[in-house]
């Protein structure tokens, strides 16, 4: 069985966007033409914003049940492609525009909206953990000082930091890992990726979407044709580092291809240019009437199904992190660290903003956005279900049952941090960071 991450999360935005969209300049800015020539209103509803939302709350339920029960455990390496293809998509959406009328007051604008979206439930976790548990003791010396600093800057993942020898991918608060890689990508689109809202040709997008894909599994191919040689070299070089081979979790080997923000950021490059092909395709009705978006949709579902298919069997049959082994059986289970399922999701993201697919219905019920709506809290808090459940005294020997009461306690604990932490947080932060406008009075009484 390929062995995947015990870590996932969340990127919660769309909650923003659906706000954002019901105001007439958010309409203004949704139905912008981007061509030279003459284009039509942009005919996207409110549902297909809903439906993205409710897709947060798939990723994140895959996490959650892969997490809390072993045998479902490679369910979560569907769950962190799909939340950061999704961020790519969604942050472009909000903030091309934003970022084509002057990269200056874009930027702020950018670095305080995430800042106070992401980091305010990541801060109050990573503190409790300094409180109660061992990690605030053990960050508190000279020497792992700077690691202290690296969680507080939620930078952690960017450099392979070590305490007491070994990497942080299973130490404390390690399900923070992917907001770590995720601020990077914040830092790559602001300085670079937003300037892929300058494609201007339908085809031309598609086709660099394509050739994306088909470069990044093909690099992919050569690291892992490659892997004996170069890690040989990085544990020459730096001999504190586990080989995969002996500790795979806490490898290097790992830290590279599944945490860090080096490997990971390619599914978030994909999700920007598939924006970037439905911000182009969304402006000409008669193309959008020839798509088949139901048909687009179940084919991503269905190419997800293959690929998890072959991942289990592979993981099952083949040694994929053996010495020698370039098997293309483990080149696929190798690959699910990173990129394998990222195609199909953003097929299966496009399918859904572009709308008409019955999936995108059901993903844009109620209750699918009210769980896709607190499904960061959902991702961060998840491992603390069983201790939580556990402190309540509640005995449950049912396996099925007991997964039941995790799934209550997962649920209702991200209401509480969702309404407590999440939207007060923002809020106050919103309200004390964005400039004040100041009314100054004129010479006549206007002003």
Same mark, same amino acid.
């Given at each position: 069985?390929?062995?995947?991450?015990?870590?996932?999360?969340?990127?919660?935005?769309?909650?923003?966007?659906?706000?954002?969209?019901?105001?007439?300049?958010?309409?203004?800015?949704?139905?912008?033409?981007?061509?030279?020539?003459?284009?039509?209103?942009?005919?996207?509803?409110?549902?297909?914003?809903?439906?993205?939302?409710?897709?947060?709350?798939?990723?994140?339920?895959?996490?959650?049940?892969?997490?809390?029960?072993?045998?479902?455990?490679?369910?979560?390496?569907?769950?962190?492609?799909?939340?950061?293809?999704?961020?790519?998509?969604?942050?472009?959406?909000?903030?091309?525009?934003?970022?084509?009328?002057?990269?200056?007051?874009?930027?702020?604008?950018?670095?305080?909206?995430?800042?106070?979206?992401?980091?305010?439930?990541?801060?109050?976790?990573?503190?409790?953990?300094?409180?109660?548990?061992?990690?605030?003791?053990?960050?508190?010396?000279?020497?792992?000082?700077?690691?202290?600093?690296?969680?507080?800057?939620?930078?952690?993942?960017?450099?392979?930091?070590?305490?007491?020898?070994?990497?942080?991918?299973?130490?404390?608060?390690?399900?923070?890992?992917?907001?770590?890689?995720?601020?990077? #990508?914040?830092?790559?689109?602001?300085?670079?990726?937003?300037? +892929?809202? /300058? %494609?201007? !040709?339908? *085809?031309?997008? @598609?086709?660099?979407?394509?050739?994306?894909?088909?470069?990044?599994?093909?690099?992919?191919?050569?690291?892992?044709?490659?892997?004996?040689?170069?890690?040989?070299?990085?544990?020459?070089?730096?001999?504190?580092?586990?080989?995969?081979?002996?500790?795979?979790?806490?490898?290097?080997?790992?830290?590279?291809?599944?945490?860090?923000?080096?490997?990971?950021? #390619?599914?978030?490059?994909?999700?920007?240019?598939?924006?970037? +092909?439905? /911000? %182009?395709? !969304?402006? *000409?009705?008669? @193309?959008?009437?020839?798509?088949?978006?139901?048909?687009?949709?179940?084919?991503?579902?269905?190419?997800?199904?293959?690929?998890?298919?072959?991942?289990?069997?592979?993981?099952?049959?083949?040694?994929?992190?053996?010495?020698?082994?370039?098997?293309?059986?483990?080149?696929?289970?190798?690959?699910?660290?990173?990129?394998?399922?990222?195609?199909?999701?953003?097929?299966?993201?496009?399918?859904?903003?572009?709308?008409?697919?019955?999936?995108?219905?059901?993903?844009?019920?109620?209750?699918?956005?009210?769980?896709?709506?607190?499904?960061?809290?959902?991702?961060?808090?998840?491992?603390?279900?069983?201790?939580?459940?556990?402190?309540?005294?509640?005995?449950?020997?049912?396996?099925?049952?007991?997964?039941?009461?995790?799934?209550?306690?997962?649920?209702?604990?991200?209401?509480?941090?969702?309404?407590?932490?999440?939207?007060?947080?923002?809020?106050?932060?919103?309200?004390?960071?964005?400039?004040?406008?100041?009314?100054?009075?004129?010479?006549?009484?206007?002003?």
């Amino acid at each position: 069985m390929p062995e995947i991450d015990s870590t996932e999360r969340d990127n919660s935005f769309l909650t923003e966007i659906n706000q954002r969209s019901r105001s007439p300049e958010f309409d203004h800015m949704l139905h912008r033409t981007f061509d030279s020539e003459p284009l039509a209103r942009m005919p996207i509803a409110r549902d297909n914003l809903d439906a993205l939302t409710g897709l947060r709350f798939v990723a994140a339920l895959t996490i959650a049940l892969g997490h809390c029960y072993q045998p479902w455990l490679e369910l979560t390496g569907i769950g962190m492609p799909l939340f950061f293809t999704l961020s790519g998509f969604i942050i472009h959406y909000v903030y091309a525009d934003v970022f084509a009328r002057g990269w200056r007051s874009a930027t702020g604008e950018f670095a305080i909206a995430r800042f106070s979206r992401i980091y305010p439930l990541y801060l109050v976790l990573l503190l409790a953990f300094f409180a109660f548990s061992s990690m605030g003791t053990t960050l508190a010396t000279a020497r792992n000082f700077p690691v202290m600093l690296a969680y507080l800057a939620g930078v952690w993942t960017w450099f392979p930091f070590q305490v007491d020898g070994q990497l942080l991918l299973d130490w404390k608060y390690h399900i923070s890992w992917s907001v770590s890689t995720e601020l990077f #990508f914040y830092v790559a689109y602001a300085a670079v990726l937003y300037r +892929l809202a /300058r %494609l201007r !040709s339908i *085809r031309q997008c @598609l086709a660099l979407l394509i050739g994306f894909c088909l470069v990044v599994y093909a690099m992919f191919y050569l690291v892992y044709l490659t892997r004996d040689a170069w890690e040989a070299e990085v544990l020459r070089h730096f001999p504190r580092f586990v080989p995969r081979t002996d500790d795979f979790i806490v490898s290097f080997y790992r830290w590279l291809l599944y945490v860090s923000p080096y490997s990971r950021i #390619f599914e978030f490059i994909g999700g920007v240019l598939t924006c970037q +092909l439905f /911000r %182009l395709v !969304s402006q *000409r009705r008669n @193309l959008i009437e020839r798509i088949s978006t139901g048909t687009i949709a179940w084919l991503a579902v269905g190419t997800m199904a293959i690929l998890f298919g072959l991942m289990h069997y592979f993981g099952a049959y083949s040694p994929w992190l053996a010495p020698g082994n370039r098997s293309f059986g483990g080149f696929i289970v190798n690959l699910h660290m990173n990129f394998l399922f990222a195609p199909a999701c953003y097929l299966l993201i496009f399918s859904l903003a572009l709308g008409g697919a019955a999936i995108g219905r059901l993903l844009a019920s109620r209750p699918a956005r009210f769980l896709g709506d607190i499904s960061y809290s959902t991702y961060l808090s998840h491992p603390m279900a069983e201790r939580t459940l556990m402190l309540t005294g509640l005995a449950v020997t049912s396996a099925a049952l007991h997964l039941l009461a995790i799934m209550v306690v997962i649920y209702v604990t991200s209401f509480v941090l969702y309404r407590a932490v999440e939207v007060p947080a923002k809020r106050w932060l919103r309200q004390l960071l964005e400039p004040r406008r100041l009314e100054v009075a004129l010479p006549g009484g206007r002003g």
